[in-house]
């Protein structure tokens, strides 16, 4: 089986196919659990730690996509010169399809998680 991705942006004409398989699945969590690393970066991280962190994450990102849409030189090419919410935007969708997750779903989630941590640190601030 598989699920369609759209990456026009990519110069893909056509939605792209993924396989639903166990290698692409066990993928997106450890590109999910490498994206949550970052987020749960204490805060009084370094800014060197911080910053090798997120260089990680985007390169780790960058390879993910590459290697389950099977990019080719021009696709990387295009990938390298996306803006960082286009990327943002394709691996969340990647990440749904392959996890059959409705995008709008992990969106609040996101914002719900958001709103508690901003709650969090009013009452921290208390």
Do not use: C
């Amino acid at each position: 089986m598989t699920v369609k991705v759209n990456a026009k942006f990519l110069g893909f004409k056509e939605p792209v196919e993924i396989k639903e398989s166990n290698r692409n699945f066990q993928k997106t969590l450890l590109i999910q659990k490498k994206m949550l690393k970052v987020e749960a970066m204490p805060d009084d991280a370094s800014d060197m730690d911080m910053l090798d962190a997120a260089i990680e994450t985007n390169d780790a990102i960058s390879d993910f996509i590459t290697d389950v849409l099977g990019l080719k030189a021009k696709q990387k090419t295009a990938l390298e010169d996306a803006s960082t919410q286009e990327t943002g935007n394709l691996v969340r969708d990647i990440i749904a399809a392959i996890q059959h997750q409705d995008v709008e779903e992990i969106t609040d989630d996101q914002v719900k998680d958001a709103a508690a941590d901003d709650e969090l640190s009013e009452n921290e601030k208390k």
